[in-house]
């Protein structure tokens, strides 16, 4: 008869774990003990029972108390709710986390309760093999004890099938704490102390004064707890996630610490130097230190480990990448200072692909920062420049230049000043991009050629890169533009040279008109570089200007030399004889000169006329300089200004009061434009606007003006209006030729589309004057007649208006 209670009380010796409790008695069991058991379980036969029931219990004692005692530890309110986030949210979690090193504390404790479990459950496994190993038969393989690594395996599936939200954070605190004492000794590197404050200071590792610095303490417990990790296979399944963030976090504060911001220098190199050197050092230290110094060797290193270096490399680069496009207005502005954080991004895009992701991110900087009205056009073409070298300088294919600079060319197009402003920055004395590229001298690539140039040198011909969408880019001219020059793309802005030619002429005849000292060596010097650029024929017109202007003081010179006509001249006359045909329209206005004035210009143009033979002038007096001396009361000033001034002021020598309309009929200046001029000698102090509509001449200075102290150069540019009508002034005269015929299209068929008008156009008045049109441009100029109700647009079509 079997004493069942015996029995069972030997095997819970062997056993404890079966009576329910969590650990087993390190005391040795006697050899008897184990007989019996052995004994009576092959006399009941229930070896492979008995087994079972032990693993049965093991698995319970794992799921029901060990791992939940583990989880304890990290109760919901050890880390704060609005840190309690995803796995994306793990680094900026770390990183907020008001107290980590308590958490670095918590976490080692319950490490050390877990391993000490583990270890008690081990011992359960010898055992079993020692009480039914002898009889020589093996355990079945469906008892998860017996299989290598079992307990290990069971222990990580109920600790990761119980995993609190919090715990990556919490294990997040603990490395982080680790990682701060690793990297102490870079710290105190690149730290410049003098001795004695350096006693005072808080140690960098562990933050304790430096006499009770304690970071070698805290050092081995992180090796003791990082040790037992490895020992129940916990350390990559548990904490890999969290390590992960932490690692991530650091690339990218150090690329915040080192690389933002500096573009002088390149940082690839280091920030490899630094992955290698700290980063993968770190992770070694992890997996290796806690080893014996002999058993260390580099072929122990865990595989894992050598393979995250490869994803941690792809990650710096991508966050290096990112935090360069992030920055690439202020590196391009800072080109070519900036080359090497160029350089560095293009080797960055030759790993990982990021074109959508620069084209996106720089086309939304562009537009925020200078596509809007607070920025003047000439900012914005300096950016544009800028935006093209450097951009050439990353992707030689033009494709991203291309999809990037879309926007700034229309809205460049939509300004009025663009043109204008363009050929400023080509022409003006400064250092401008402009006018350096200029100076490369460089001729303009006309679209057929390059198209030409293309086809022939098939040999070399690239594809686009991969992932552009080419439905964005404008196909058909970006063959012929991708390989273009800095001068060609900023005249594509409006795709025609001519009207930038126009433009140059007018900005040309300003200056010609505006400056008494004419400087004819800066002009012809523009002059030859736009013909290297644009062609002779576009530029002959300017080259007449520039011999209408020294011939203009050779005639002067001749004239004023005749002593006969200066005997009762009342002033001197330099007058500039331009050739009509060959200059820009002038602006519509006109001036009555009184008629002691009009016959000194009578004279002038008799002795031209005598000098010349068969030519006469025809002046414009409206345009041009006078200097004139007043003297009224005490007061004498002298200065430079409009001819229109000097008439409207000459007038009040004889009237001392003028009505607004009887001086704009005495001067045929309209009555707007006349209280405008008048305005100016009214800032001066000399005249006054009595009663609305009557100005009168101040005898003396009753109170002092404001404008009294205004120098004379600010006098002179009161009126400096352009006399020149705008090119688009002169395209709409243009334009007018055709007027007629499209009355009579209109007339005959009623009404038309513009389409058709436009080809229709081209067909029969090609040869009046061989002025040439968009249908862009006949949009404009019939809107403008239906705004002035000769026209009648409805149903896409046009007609006369009845």
């Not at 544009?384 to 951009?391: D, E, G």
């Not at 707007?672 to 101040?698: C, D, K, M, V, Y």
Request: glycine content about 4%.
């Amino acid at each position: 008869m079997c004493d069942f209670d015996a029995l069972w009380a030997d095997v819970l010796k062997i056993f404890p774990v079966l009576g329910g409790a969590n650990a087993v008695s390190t005391d040795p069991v006697e050899e008897k003990v184990f007989e019996n058991v052995r004994r009576h379980l092959k006399v009941l036969g229930s070896i492979d029972t008995f087994t079972a029931l032990v693993d049965l219990e093991i698995q319970s004692a794992i799921r029901n108390v060990l791992v939940p005692k583990f989880w304890k530890h990290f109760h919901a309110g050890l880390v704060p709710s609005e840190l309690q986030g995803g796995i994306n949210d793990q680094a900026l979690a770390i990183e907020a986390l008001p107290d980590k090193n308590r958490l670095f504390t918590q976490f080692i404790d319950a490490i050390n309760e877990l391993h000490d479990g583990f270890l008690s459950l081990m011992q359960v496994k010898p055992r079993l093999i020692k009480l039914i190993g002898s009889e020589g038969r093996p355990a079945p393989n469906s008892v998860k004890l017996m299989q290598e690594d079992g307990i290990k395996n069971s222990l990580r599936d109920s600790l990761l099938a119980q995993l609190p939200p919090t715990f990556s954070v919490v294990v997040g605190a603990f490395y982080w704490v680790h990682f701060k004492l690793f990297t102490k000794a870079s710290h105190l590197a690149l730290a410049t102390v003098d001795s004695d404050v350096f006693d005072e200071l808080l140690c960098v590792g562990c933050n304790f004064d430096v006499e009770q610095c304690c970071c070698q303490r805290l050092t081995e417990m992180v090796n003791k707890t990082n040790m037992k990790l490895f020992e129940m296979n916990l350390i990559d399944r548990l904490t890999g996630s969290a390590l992960t963030a932490l690692i991530k976090l650091k690339i990218k504060e150090h690329i915040n610490d080192t690389c933002m911001g500096i573009f002088d220098r390149s940082h690839l190199k280091q920030l490899e130097t630094w992955l290698s050197d700290v980063i993968m050092s770190w992770l070694t230290n992890i997996f290796t230190e806690w080893k014996t110094k002999d058993s260390i060797s580099d072929i122990e290193v865990p595989e894992s480990v050598k393979s995250f270096k490869v994803k941690l490399t792809y990650f710096m680069y991508e966050t290096f990448a990112q935090s360069v496009i992030g920055q690439f207005f202020s590196i391009i502005i800072d080109y070519p200072d900036s080359i090497p954080a160029i350089d560095d991004l293009k080797i960055c895009m030759e790993k990982i692909d990021m074109r959508v992701y620069l084209t996106e991110s720089l086309r939304n900087s562009l537009e925020a920062r200078i596509l809007h009205p607070g920025v003047n056009t000439m900012d914005i073409l300096t950016g544009y420049v800028a935006a093209i070298k450097a951009i050439r300088h990353l992707d030689n294919t033009g494709v991203i230049l291309e999809m990037v600079t879309a926007p700034i060319k229309d809205y460049l197009r939509k300004r009025n000043d663009t043109v204008r402003r363009v050929v400023t920055g080509l022409t003006e004395e400064g250092p401008t991009d402009l006018s350096e590229e200029l100076a490369k001298g460089e001729s303009i690539k006309e679209g057929k050629d390059s198209g030409t140039d293309e086809f022939s040198n098939w040999e070399n011909w690239e594809p686009d890169p991969f992932g552009i969408d080419a439905s964005i880019m404008q196909y058909n001219s970006s063959r012929k533009m991708r390989s273009a020059d800095i001068i060609s793309m900023v005249v594509d802005i409006y795709g025609s040279k001519e009207l930038f030619m126009t433009e140059y002429r007018n900005l040309m005849a300003d200056r010609l008109l505006a400056q008494l000292d004419f400087n004819s060596e800066k002009e012809i010097r523009n002059l030859e570089l736009l013909k290297i650029r644009f062609g002779e024929s576009l530029l002959h017109s300017c080259e007449v200007m520039l011999k209408d202007v020294t011939d203009s003081k050779r005639i002067n010179a001749h004239i004023h030399s005749d002593g006969n006509r200066t005997e009762n001249q009342l002033f001197d006359i330099s007058s500039l004889i331009v050739s009509a045909q060959f200059w820009p329209s002038f602006n519509k206005e006109s001036l009555q000169l009184p008629e002691e004035i009009e016959n000194e210009f009578k004279k002038y143009t008799k002795a031209y006329e005598a000098y010349k033979g068969n030519r006469t002038l025809n002046w414009r007096t409206v345009t041009g300089r006078v200097n004139i001396e007043i003297e009224i009361g005490d007061r004498t000033m002298e200065m430079v200004v409009s001819p229109t001034l000097a008439v409207i002021i000459y007038h009040f020598q004889n009237k001392s009061e003028w009505t607004i309309e009887d001086l704009s009929s005495i001067t045929k200046v309209p009555p707007s434009a006349l209280r405008r001029r008048l305005s100016f000698w009214q800032n001066h102090g000399l005249i006054s606007e009595t009663t609305p509509g009557i100005f009168t001449l101040l005898e003396k200075e009753s109170e002092k003006s404001q404008f009294e102290d205004m120098s004379l150069a600010e006098a002179d540019e009161e009126d400096l209006e352009s006399a020149m009508a705008s090119a688009s002034d002169q395209r709409e005269e243009e334009l007018q030729v055709f007027w007629s015929y499209i009355v009579g299209m209109l007339t005959n068929l009623d009404s038309m589309p513009i389409d058709r008008i436009h080809q229709m156009l081209k067909l029969f008045a090609s040869h009046s004057g061989g002025v040439e049109f968009t249908q862009d441009e006949l949009k404009h100029f019939l809107q403008r007649k239906v705004r002035e109700h000769k026209l009648i647009f409805s149903g896409g079509v046009y007609q006369l208006a009845k």
